[in-house]
């Protein structure tokens, strides 16, 4: 018999996954921060632009059914995180807006901006949007500023259960040096798997060349801050919660526990982060290795889905409140309905038929590699 328990865990589960699809799919905004450095021509930005364009909406599509389904499945977190730290988000949606309509407007007839505007759009999404993402994810081990009193919902002139303590509405998370460090990783991921896409996927030596030597440059830095990151957070306190009572409390080194009480986790984090350092390492080390992006985004997707999936399950709270602990959310205070979560349960069985669908999809856009002669010839091209 299907519990209220298994339902909560499952749907934790999907989010987690879809994080770690988004995470991999950033290599897309990474890519378009080197629009300007990594060509030297504008055939080779013209190259750049097309083989990135043909992927943009795929991170696009995943970030709207990541949010989603967090509204969907979590409804508190989504009210009390969308509603309160909302200057992070909007920044982060604002991101993805311009992103859209510099890929189809930079080479529309009678561009007044000229396609060097959009391009210079392209590239703040690329640096603010992987950015504040992972600072914004990286409150779920940190905390945020807010309370919760759910008997709020009674009062007629105010039925605000959630609110913010502060008047920067998430902005403070800039100030904590974790968060930023987490930040810098998934920029630097973004950029690094970015380099490793276009080895694998333009015909075009001189660049590949150069993408191997910014590979350096790249994933050096990922690696300093992600370590960064994630040994400050297992030996930092983390936020437990009581299985019978529901209170939360401080306890030292929880998700280090964590991922040692969960051994099946803690083998796929392991494996995520060996995969993710074999994609670059192979790169840097052998011209003749080209598959570098399937290694590490494999790697990715399960190391990013086991720090979500530690940060949920094994009684933690996955949005701490900081000024006050008992206002935190977890998977039991911040669901849905049984029968929502049911409902949406069976719709979620689809989802291996969108995966698949996604993946005909890109097999069908990328049946060679694609040189600037591909982009010359496509009356389609951005």
């Given at each position: 018999?299907?519990?209220?328990?298994?339902?909560?865990?499952?749907?934790?589960?999907?989010?987690?996954?879809?994080?770690?699809?988004?995470?991999?799919?950033?290599?897309?905004?990474?890519?378009?921060?080197?629009?300007?450095?990594?060509?030297?021509?504008?055939?080779?930005?013209?190259?750049?632009?097309?083989?990135?364009?043909?992927?943009?909406?795929?991170?696009?599509?995943?970030?709207?059914?990541?949010?989603?389904?967090?509204?969907?499945?979590?409804?508190?977190?989504?009210?009390?995180?969308?509603?309160?730290?909302?200057?992070?988000?909007?920044?982060?949606?604002?991101?993805?807006?311009?992103?859209?309509?510099?890929?189809?407007?930079?080479?529309?007839?009678?561009?007044?901006?000229?396609?060097?505007?959009?391009?210079?759009?392209?590239?703040?999404?690329?640096?603010?949007?992987?950015?504040?993402?992972?600072?914004?994810?990286?409150?779920?081990?940190?905390?945020?500023?807010?309370?919760?009193?759910?008997?709020?919902?009674?009062?007629?002139?105010?039925?605000?259960?959630?609110?913010?303590?502060?008047?920067?509405?998430?902005l403070e998370a800039l100030l904590?040096?974790?968060?930023?460090?987490?930040?810098?990783?998934?920029?630097?991921?973004?950029?690094?798997?970015?380099?490793?896409?276009?080895?694998?996927?333009?015909?075009?030596?001189?660049?590949?060349?150069?993408?191997?030597?910014?590979?350096?440059?790249?994933?050096?830095?990922?690696?300093?801050?992600?370590?960064?990151?994630?040994?400050?957070?297992?030996?930092?306190?983390?936020?437990?919660?009581?299985?019978?009572?529901?209170?939360?409390?401080?306890?030292?080194?929880?998700?280090?526990?964590?991922?040692?009480?969960?051994?099946?986790?803690?083998?796929?984090?392991?494996?995520?982060?060996?995969?993710?350092?074999?994609?670059?390492?192979?790169?840097?080390?052998?011209?003749?290795?080209?598959?570098?992006?399937?290694?590490?985004?494999?790697?990715?997707?399960?190391?990013?889905?086991?720090?979500?999936?530690?940060?949920?399950?094994?009684?933690?709270?996955?949005?701490?409140?900081?000024?006050?602990?008992?206002?935190?959310?977890?998977?039991?205070?911040?669901?849905?309905?049984?029968?929502?979560?049911?409902?949406?349960?069976?719709?979620?069985?689809?989802?291996?038929?969108?995966?698949?669908y996604i993946f005909y999809t890109?097999?069908?856009?990328?049946?060679?590699?694609?040189?600037?002669?591909?982009?010359?010839?496509?009356?389609?091209?951005?």
């Amino acid at each position: 018999m299907i519990t209220y328990s298994f339902l909560q865990h499952y749907w934790w589960f999907l989010i987690s996954l879809l994080g770690g699809l988004l995470a991999f799919l950033l290599f897309i905004q990474g890519g378009q921060t080197m629009l300007f450095s990594l060509s030297k021509t504008e055939d080779e930005r013209r190259l750049l632009v097309n083989v990135l364009g043909r992927k943009w909406e795929f991170t696009f599509t995943t970030l709207v059914t990541f949010g989603g389904a967090f509204f969907a499945s979590f409804p508190l977190f989504y009210s009390t995180s969308f509603g309160g730290a909302y200057w992070v988000w909007m920044a982060i949606l604002f991101c993805f807006i311009i992103q859209a309509v510099s890929y189809e407007f930079q080479s529309k007839p009678g561009n007044v901006y000229g396609a060097k505007t959009y391009r210079s759009f392209l590239y703040i999404n690329g640096l603010l949007a992987t950015f504040l993402i992972g600072v914004a994810i990286a409150t779920f081990f940190t905390g945020s500023d807010f309370a919760v009193n759910k008997g709020n919902i009674t009062n007629q002139l105010a039925p605000v259960i959630s609110q913010w303590q502060n008047p920067w509405n998430g902005l403070e998370a800039l100030l904590n040096l974790r968060n930023l460090s987490l930040g810098l990783a998934v920029f630097f991921l973004s950029r690094t798997q970015a380099l490793l896409f276009f080895i694998n996927r333009l015909n075009h030596p001189e660049m590949e060349k150069r993408s191997r030597k910014n590979l350096w440059f790249n994933a050096l830095p990922f690696v300093v801050f992600f370590l960064t990151f994630v040994i400050w957070t297992l030996f930092s306190e983390g936020f437990a919660v009581d299985s019978a009572t529901g209170i939360v409390s401080m306890e030292k080194y929880k998700y280090f526990t964590n991922l040692i009480e969960m051994p099946i986790i803690l083998g796929l984090f392991l494996l995520g982060v060996v995969l993710v350092l074999f994609g670059i390492g192979g790169s840097l080390v052998s011209e003749k290795f080209k598959s570098g992006i399937w290694f590490s985004g494999v790697g990715t997707v399960l190391t990013v889905c086991s720090m979500f999936l530690i940060v949920g399950y094994n009684n933690t709270a996955f949005y701490p409140a900081t000024p006050s602990l008992q206002s935190s959310l977890t998977i039991f205070n911040a669901s849905s309905s049984f029968y929502t979560l049911k409902a949406m349960s069976i719709v979620s069985l689809f989802i291996p038929v969108v995966l698949g669908y996604i993946f005909y999809t890109w097999n069908a856009m990328e049946k060679k590699r694609t040189d600037i002669d591909d982009i010359n010839n496509d009356h389609h091209a951005y």
